[in-house]
């Protein structure tokens, strides 16, 4: 695909970018960036990006899909939808899959998405038995992760040895169920007030200075999860200043929102992990900003209508967040005034590094793909779920007018989202 885009706004951190300039797509790569890209443009379709800021397409390390599909659930098709609306151009698909066939067939079911889809795998099986890493790596998996955690230590230790042996990213899920209870909120000040029984910190830490340890120990990297809380904020921050190799992400929801959302009782806000306090949701944004948090996720956990309305106490966690991560983060860390721009969009799109993909995205730089995310900052939208692309409608911003809107996404040169329109 050949395309010159013009009169952008040019945002990479690491390429040192800021400033207004062009983009020349040829076969899908990018042959030229800043003054001059226009020459040699000829004959190519013109976008006039006028008034919008143009980034490396955003990647996301979580965002979960059911395949096989099932009707009402979000599918591979689906869900790369949802993450072209909002910007997306590689995204980790987690369905649970546990052998090599189950990672093949997903990647036929997506050769026709409107995103990259990589496919996670499991850590381990349900028997508490490690997976073949180098045979689910040599069918298409990206990173190793199991969703309720690893809660065998010294399986933990030899999944690090086993993905170092092969080379994988493995995420760790940081949460202690014995903890948790059934509790659906943070315990502090809020669930005081609420006379709720709240989920202690400690419930993710305890998870998370176990990892540490065992990365330390090992020597392997290791990544934390849906990291969510100030503790585990300090924590990772003292293990760097050691040396340990871990790096970790958040989602957006935490840093933008509280406990407090819950006095509606309203399951929307019902998450895993679950909403802050504020000392919290500033700690993570501080992190973010220092680099203790290397990557902000998605968290994409779309729940059909059917599981999320119930009571708080019977109602499914999560939401969808594909097409509102942007904006939630622009407006929580950019408007703010806590970080520049660049550097927000520089941590949606970390996965690319994470994942060892950044020597072909991430970056606006010739030769590298021409995947993008064009879009106005100051632009006021309404979010609305019932006009999602992801079959999951539930989300935490509902009703509520979000700062900073999507306008094109671009995948390989092809143009996946045109003027807000899925194509």
Not at 83 to 89: I, L, R
Request: charged letters at 20%; one cysteine or more.
């Amino acid at each position: 695909m050949n395309l010159l885009i013009e009169n952008a706004r040019l945002l990479s951190l690491r390429d040192g970018l800021d400033c207004p300039g062009s983009v020349r797509v040829e076969n899908g790569r990018i042959a030229a960036v800043g003054p001059g890209a226009e020459r040699g443009a000829e004959g190519f379709p013109r976008l006039d990006a006028k008034g919008l800021c143009l980034a490396p397409g955003l990647v996301d390390l979580y965002a979960r899909v059911t395949e096989p599909s099932m009707p009402g659930r979000e599918s591979a098709i689906s869900l790369s939808r949802a993450a072209a609306a909002g910007g997306y151009t590689t995204v980790c698909a987690h369905f649970g899959a546990c052998t090599p066939q189950q990672i093949t067939d997903f990647c036929e079911r997506s050769q026709y998405a409107s995103c990259e889809l990589r496919p996670a795998a499991r850590i381990s099986s349900e028997k508490g038995e490690l997976l073949p890493f180098f045979d689910l790596k040599l069918a298409g998996a990206s990173l190793f992760y199991n969703e309720e955690g690893v809660g065998n230590p010294l399986l933990m230790r030899d999944a690090l040895f086993r993905a170092k042996k092969h080379d994988v990213l493995l995420l760790s899920r940081c949460r202690e169920p014995r903890l948790c209870g059934e509790s659906y909120i943070r315990e502090g000040a809020f669930s005081r007030m609420m006379e709720v029984q709240g989920i202690p910190a400690s419930a993710e830490t305890v998870m998370a200075a176990r990892d540490l340890v065992l990365s330390h120990e090992t020597g392997v990297p290791v990544h934390l999860a849906h990291v969510s809380t100030a503790a585990t904020v300090r924590l990772i921050a003292e293990a760097k200043r050691q040396g340990v190799a871990v790096t970790c992400s958040t989602e957006p929801h935490y840093l933008a929102l509280t406990a407090s959302e819950l006095k509606s009782f309203s399951p929307r806000f019902k998450l895993d992990p679950p909403l802050g306090n504020p000392e919290d949701v500033q700690a993570l944004r501080e992190g973010v900003k220092s680099g203790v948090i290397d990557c902000i996720a998605s968290g994409h956990i779309p729940v059909p209508d059917a599981d999320k309305n119930h009571s708080l106490l019977r109602a499914a966690c999560g939401a969808s967040s594909l097409e509102t991560a942007l904006a939630v983060s622009v407006q929580a860390l950019y408007h703010s005034g806590e970080m520049p721009l660049a550097a927000v969009l520089d941590r949606l799109s970390a996965g690319a590094r994470l994942l060892g993909l950044d020597s072909r995205i991430g970056r606006l730089q010739p030769g590298f793909d021409a995947d993008f995310v064009l879009f106005d900052p100051d632009a006021e939208w309404l979010c609305s779920g019932a006009q999602f692309a992801s079959r999951g409608r539930s989300t935490p911003f509902e009703g509520r007018t979000l700062r900073t809107r999507v306008l094109y996404t671009i995948k390989a040169g092809r143009i996946v989202l045109d003027n807000g329109q899925l194509r």
